[in-house]
């Protein structure tokens, strides 16, 4: 089986991390955040949230440090905490990736079509994870430099913007640095602006210095802060409680509101340039981890073909097509909630279980070379557990904007659960039995 190439750098692994956390998504979680807060603390509450996804980051910095691949959490919990849990899991987590672009698509397609309302939303949703895939194929360095254009350009307008916001709007302040209201809700959400940070990981292969990943995901955590804490701090300043909440497109009212038209097809490119980023870092992602996991022989040898350009290119065309009709299904019904809590209690049970396996592998491997070493031993996993497992628990019992006010993420995950195991326990075995392909010769049967 052909290799990975190592053509990325600091940079990128920066630009994906935070490509990847900065879904276009987060502007409604922006407005939640503030609708716990009272006056112009809202921003406090997201940089809290940052603070502890901190956590979160230095046990992937452990964790990549000592293990680094492109099959990053596989490795990890097969060796921290045991093999058959860490396929089940790895396989349900997999679905966040999903999750994140299906509810990122709806945003997208509901953006657009505000503005252009002749063209149905579901068009320009497609037309955009096409342009993904194509990118994708072109190689991993053309994919990372789409990520960092965009990703770099994103944050640098939505600064700019809520800057230009607070400069614009002569009103007083309302209590900016003394936060008001239910800050331990509004951190709960805050917290899930930031997930899918870590999603930089499975680049470990292509880097061409693994201690880049850690240096990105530190970074993209703060990067993320000051952007979306402008924003926060620009939106509650300009807006106040004027009913931010009933629309699906409260960035579009922002722009409007400050600079009328010009903001608002300001607001519209950011969400653009926002959903584009989610789309090329969850394929550039999310296709290394199926390809690894089938050079390990616990996936299908059809997601390890490459193609000319080192692309795992089946794995791609797998996670394109699973996202149009997921996208598809979720644009009609409407129903993007059920992703976001199901996303967001997966993220969150991810973080305990990193932790976990950061324990086992200190027990396990405790003389192991690491690029990377957590401060204070055990002291920062031991933290990060009950943190996420509570909120994982908060996001799974979530019924806000589902019907009936039934906590439909429960079956969904029992269901993602179920099939995961089932695989495991009926499918996976077979493949270990199946012959290796011979010298010469890639997953997948290609040459």
Not at 156 to 176: N, Q, R
């Amino acid at each position: 089986m052909s290799s990975l190439r190592r053509v990325l750098g600091y940079r990128t692994a920066t630009s994906t991390s935070a490509g990847l956390a900065f879904a276009a998504i987060n502007f409604l979680a922006a407005v939640q955040v503030a609708g716990y807060m009272l006056g112009d603390g809202a921003w406090i509450a997201l940089v809290i949230a940052g603070a502890l996804c901190l956590l979160s980051a230095a046990n992937f910095s452990e964790l990549n440090g000592v293990l680094p691949s492109a099959a990053g959490i596989r490795v990890w919990t097969r060796q921290g905490i045991g093999d058959r849990f860490s396929l089940i899991f790895t396989l349900a987590y997999l679905t966040t990736v999903l999750a994140v672009i299906a509810a990122d698509s709806f945003v997208l397609g509901t953006a657009i079509q505000a503005a252009i309302p002749g063209i149905s939303g579901f068009f320009w949703i497609f037309l955009f994870l096409v342009l993904t895939l194509i990118a994708n194929l072109r190689g991993v360095k053309i994919a990372g430099l789409v990520q960092d254009l965009t990703t770099y350009l994103l944050l640098f307008s939505l600064a700019a913007i809520s800057v230009m916001v607070l400069v614009h709007v002569h009103h007083a302040f309302i209590t900016p640095f003394s936060p008001r209201g239910n800050l331990f809700e509004a951190v709960a959400v805050g917290v899930f602006i930031f997930v899918g940070f870590e999603w930089v990981t499975p680049l470990a292969e292509e880097m061409t210095d693994t201690r880049a990943i850690s240096r990105g995901m530190f970074t993209a955590l703060g990067l993320i802060a000051v952007a979306f804490g402008l924003f926060m701090l620009a939106m509650t300043h300009l807006l106040g409680d004027r009913g931010l909440g009933a629309s699906l497109v409260p960035q579009l009212l922002v722009g409007r509101a400050a600079f009328g038209a010009f903001g608002f097809w300001w607001m519209l490119l950011v969400t653009v340039i926002t959903a584009g980023t989610t789309f090329n870092g969850s394929f550039v992602s999310a296709s290394r981890l199926l390809y690894a996991m089938s050079r390990e022989r616990t996936l299908p040898a059809w997601f390890g073909r490459l193609n000319q350009r080192f692309v795992p290119v089946n794995a791609l065309f797998a996670l394109f097509s699973v996202s149009v009709v997921l996208a598809a299904l979720i644009f009609l019904s409407r129903l993007y909630q059920v992703l976001i809590y199901a996303g967001s209690s997966l993220e969150a049970l991810m973080y305990v279980v990193a932790a976990l396996a950061v324990l086992g592998l200190m027990r396990r491997l405790p003389d192991a070379a690491r690029s990377f070493r957590l401060p204070f031993g055990r002291l920062i996993p031991i933290l990060t557990i009950p943190v996420f497992g509570v909120l994982a628990l908060g996001a799974l019992t979530a019924t806000a904007g589902l019907p009936g006010n039934f906590p439909w993420t429960v079956p969904l995950l029992l269901l993602i659960a179920l099939a995961a195991t089932l695989y495991v326990y009926l499918y996976a075995p077979r493949l270990k039995r199946v012959p290796v392909p011979g010298p010469g010769v890639e997953a997948g049967g290609g040459r």
